[in-house]
T-cell receptor, first 111, second 111 residues
Framework: SQQGEEDPQALSIQEGENATMNCSYK?????LQWYRQNSGRGLVHLIL?????REKHSGRLRVTLDTSKKSSSLLITASRAADTASYFC???????????FGTGTRLTIIP | DTGVSQDPRHKITKRGQNVTFRCDPI?????LYWYRQTLGQGPEFLTY????????KSRLLSDRFSAERPKGSFSTLEIQRTEQGDSAMYLC?????????FGPGTRLTVL
């Protein structure tokens, strides 16, 4: 079963604009991770944020975590055509390392 | 590239046949995971090894599925008497602690 949901399910923006996608989950977590998946390929790890962290940056990526609302957001700044992919959030729980994924956001960057 | 590798990348088989997939994790990672992903969905957890010990199995892993990691290095996932519903992408991931790094996946098509 899926832990949570990404919102929106699909997003199309112009190259150079910022893209924001959200993830909601259902149970208490230890870590939340964001992954990118190009069509038909494996997942690429983007960033991990721990439950005691509120914000994290990596290059053009900014992730926030609000454990009181059981939600996270991923911001991609200055989008590029190569950012076109599906983005998934995944959570794990204390004492249980398996990842539970959301349903993904399909991001399309229009050149 | 010293990432996670999976073999084969694609497998087409007829219903009722047995198939076996291999995963080679990143060499220093003692944790290895198998996930299954169907079209339009996020990956779903199947099973998890720490070294050679299989620590958790999902209810998705019916008795037709078996996974091994005999020497704590590579792992195999076997599906016996394949059914059309087994058609999916099978993903392997390895981890030193928290972050899971995924391989390219094996796409299985059961005719």
């Amino acid at each position: 079963s899926q832990q949570g949901e990404e919102d929106p399910q699909a997003l199309s923006i112009q190259e150079g604009e910022n893209a924001t996608m959200n993830c909601s989950y259902k149970t208490s977590i230890n870590n939340l991770q964001w992954y990118r998946q190009n069509s038909g390929r494996g997942l690429v790890h983007l960033i991990l944020i721990r439950s005691n962290e509120r914000e994290k940056h990596s290059g053009r990526l900014r992730v926030t975590l609000d454990t009181s609302k059981k939600s996270s957001s991923l911001l991609i700044t200055a989008s590029r055509a190569a950012d076109t992919a599906s983005y998934f959030c995944a959570t794990d729980q204390f004492g249980n390392e398996k990842l539970t994924f959301g349903t993904g956001t399909r991001l399309t960057i229009i050149p | 590239d010293t990432g996670v590798s999976q073999d084969p990348r694609h497998k087409i088989t007829k219903r009722g046949q047995n198939v076996t997939f291999r995963c080679d994790p990143i060499s220093e990672h003692n944790r290895l995971y198998w996930y299954r992903q169907t079209l339009g969905q996020g990956p779903e957890f199947l099973t998890y090894f720490q070294n050679e010990a299989q620590l958790e199995k999902s209810r998705l892993l019916s008795d037709r599925f078996s996974a091994e990691r005999p020497k704590g290095s590579f792992s195999t996932l076997e599906i016996q008497r394949t059914e059309q519903g087994d058609s999916a992408m099978y993903l392997c991931a390895s981890s030193p602690v928290d972050t899971q790094y995924f391989g390219p996946g094996t796409r299985l098509t059961v005719l």
